[in-house]
């Protein structure tokens, strides 16, 4: 079964800049599209970033022109680059394949907090 670990969240002002890690197991992340996503309290998880096979990559709107997200086949590793931070960016962040009829097992993400 697919594992998903989340890393490299924390606690940072506001306009300063974290970089999440996701390590999977299995070569899962050359042949899946994969994305970041975010669950803020009392918020339901949205999808923040997508990188697809072919390195085509997409943003939410709140993010666009902060957040870059990359991926390293050779280490089964999807980054998300996070700049410009700011408060409403405190969320867990998940990653996972963009939804294709369904999602791998959740890890347990990393927690972000934008916070002076």
């Known amino acids: 079964q697919v594992q998903l670990v989340e890393s490299g969240g924390g606690l940072v002002q506001p306009g300063g800049s974290l970089r999440l890690s996701c390590a999977a197991s299995?070569?899962?992340?050359?042949?899946?599209?994969m994305g970041w996503y975010r669950q803020a309290p009392g918020k339901p998880r949205e999808l923040v970033a997508s990188?697809?096979?072919?390195?085509?990559?997409h943003y939410a709107d709140p993010v666009k022109g902060r957040f870059t997200i990359s991926r390293d086949n050779a280490k089964n590793t999807v980054y998300l680059q996070m700049n410009s931070l700011k408060p409403e960016d405190t969320a867990v962040y998940y990653c996972?394949?963009?939804?294709?009829?369904?999602?791998?097992?959740w890890g347990q993400g990393t927690p972000v907090t934008v916070s002076s």
């Open positions: 996972n394949k963009v939804w294709d009829g369904n999602y791998f097992r």
């Open positions: 299995g070569s899962i992340i050359r042949i899946n599209a």
């Open positions: 990188i697809t096979s072919r390195d085509n990559s």
